[in-house]
């Protein structure tokens, strides 16, 4: 009967998103893999649902599979998957390359964004239309844990950006970057250090 209503093109959009989406769901779940789960986990938080059994967590996977960014997390946890592209393509003009990236990843917008780094810690969050990259050197950046980059902003260079930092909307970023630090602007100047408001050249 489902097949029937496909054919004749009567299955409602929602009935074709799970259907394109069940592959993904199967790999998902056999999968057991612990990172993606705490990837899923910080996608929850920021959509404030929780999630207490699998059930809630194959249901939060589906919803968010409707969500390119979340396809391209998806991809990149499994790199096998790709072939599935064709079914629910990622977000586009998107490129992320990192051997090692660790778990909590969080890419908000992610249009237009390049992210080719050496390593990236834990719970990471990117935005829209932000350059992680090399400046002539032979590796990208080093990006420690709960560390946030947004919108526009460019991180270049065999650098190394420190726990907990924030770079500003617009930033470029060519230098190392404390821990605990904001910093905005180009020229690069940090705004808050350990949480008291300062004005330093980086």
């Not at 054919?7 to 799970?18: F, K, Q, V």
């Not at 629910?88 to 249009?111: E, R």
């Not at 420190?162 to 705004?191: E, L």
Request: hydrophobic share 45%.
């Amino acid at each position: 009967m489902l097949w029937l209503r496909l054919r004749s093109g009567r299955a409602s959009a929602e009935t074709r998103s799970l259907l394109n989406h069940l592959p993904h769901v199967v790999i998902y779940a056999l999968a057991r893999n612990p990172t993606f789960n705490a990837d899923l986990d910080r996608w929850a938080v920021r959509a404030k649902i929780e999630l207490k059994t699998l059930g809630d967590r194959l249901r939060f996977f589906l919803r968010s599979m409707r969500e390119p960014e979340f396809r391209s997390l998806f991809y990149y946890r499994f790199p096998k998957a790709k072939l599935l592209r064709f079914l629910a393509p990622g977000s586009p003009a998107f490129y992320f390359y990192c051997a090692s990236t660790g778990p909590g990843l969080y890419i908000q917008h992610g249009f237009s964004t390049i992210v080719v780094a050496r390593r990236i810690g834990a719970n990471f969050h990117v935005n829209q239309m932000v350059t992680i990259g090399v400046n002539g050197t032979a590796y990208g950046p080093t990006i420690g844990d709960n560390v946030t980059i947004r919108v526009g902003a460019i991180v270049v260079g065999e650098i190394e950006i420190g726990d907990h930092a924030t770079i500003g909307a617009g930033a470029v970023i060519t230098k190392d970057v404390p821990p605990n630090c904001v910093v905005v602007g180009n020229p690069a100047v940090i705004i808050n250090r350990d949480g008291v408001k300062v004005n330093e050249r980086l």
